[in-house]
């Protein structure tokens, strides 16, 4: 029995050791994940004024930290090591204290002194990123479950999921959300910090970029199940080709003209027959949009990279799967009104409507 019960408990504790290992490396494999430097969102590689005052900021009190960790911890090793028990000897009889009064004063004023301290670069940043914008390009910024509207009230043009703007100028963002939708967050990390979108409240944050490029963010609120699939992407062009490409999006939607008899034409004929022009507007068309559950406004729809939340690359494939059936792509609650529903489509309408998608230039 005593040796059945003993070779039991050994192998419970080598069960325990792997389980131990398995888990520390697990945790380390993540935190070393956190070291590299190609992060498609990395928030240590600031790209405008407002990103390098949040990235000073967190590595200040980073700094800060780091010292008090490593003190306190190193205080906590050396007491623990110094008088650990050891081998036959009883735990002396220590005379019971009940407190330090001078220790005590002096461990509750020097936190406090270093909270004030990190609170001075706190403020002073929040007020420096609250300056009002200059000189800005005005975007309304909609979050909707799980996709974002774009809409540039001053130069009529609506997009999703793919925000544009010039370099070097203030961008100033009303962040919203309808009301029955639930609070998200717009997060483009090199950009800026970050902001929530609040049914019923309007929110402003100021962005800019320094360099043209292409810099990614997403929703950093947690707003149901395709929180994670709820990307966003800016892309920053040198001025000249940002009014190209307002220009490119202020110019009429390609629609089949009456009579045409190609495939994209089938395609507009099924876009407005299956009811996506109920959901989905093409401006200066019948499709206005809006419904129960208004969708992405798709008038230069083939201008963009991505679709579905920038989760997807615009390709006729994922066009496809996304037509034959948008939960398997993406999961949403269609029947709540969160996203697009299957519309039982045949093969030969998706090949339609897929041209005519493609076509929307
Ligand atoms: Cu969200």
Partial sequence: MGSYSTVREASTSIKRHRLAAGVGLVVLSLVLAACGTDGAQDSLSPASERARNVDGLFTFTL???????????????YTAIKFRRKK?????????????????????????????GLAVPTVQTIFENAEDPVNAVEITVTGHQWWWEFD??????VTANEMHIPVGQDIALT?????G????????PRLSG???????????????????????????????????NMRLRVYAHEPADFDA????????????????????AEGWELFLGRGCAACHAIDGTEAAGGGLNPGPNLTHFAMRDTF????????????????????????????????????????EEITALVAFLQGLN
């Fill in 63 to 77: 700094i800060i930290a780091a010292v008090v960790f490593v003190l306190v911890q190193g205080a906590i090793i």
């Fill in 152 to 157: 540039y009230p001053d130069l009529g043009v």
């Fill in 245 to 264: 490409w307002v220009q490119s999006q202020l110019a009429a939607a390609a629609i089949p003209p009456a009579g045409d008899e190609s495939l994209r």
């Fill in 194 to 228: 970050k902001r929530d979108l609040v049914p019923g409240h309007e929110n402003t944050l100021t962005i800019s970029a320094d360099q043209p490029g292409l810099y990614l963010g997403q929703c950093a609120e947690f707003c149901g199940l395709s929180h994670a």
């Fill in 88 to 116: 036959g000897e009883e735990p002396r009889p220590v005379k019971q204290i009940h407190g330090n009064t001078r220790l005590e004063i002096a461990w509750t004023i020097a936190p406090a002194l270093i909270l004030a």
């Fill in 181 to 188: 939708d639930v609070i998200h967050s717009f997060w483009v």
């Fill in 175 to 179: 962040l919203r959300a309808d009301s």
């Fill in 308 to 347: 579905a939340g920038a989760l997807y690359d615009r390709e006729p494939a994922n066009l496809s799967a996304w037509l034959a059936n948008p939960s398997d792509l993406k999961s949403m609650e269609p029947d709540l009104n969160r996203g697009m529903p299957n519309l039982g489509l045949t093969d």
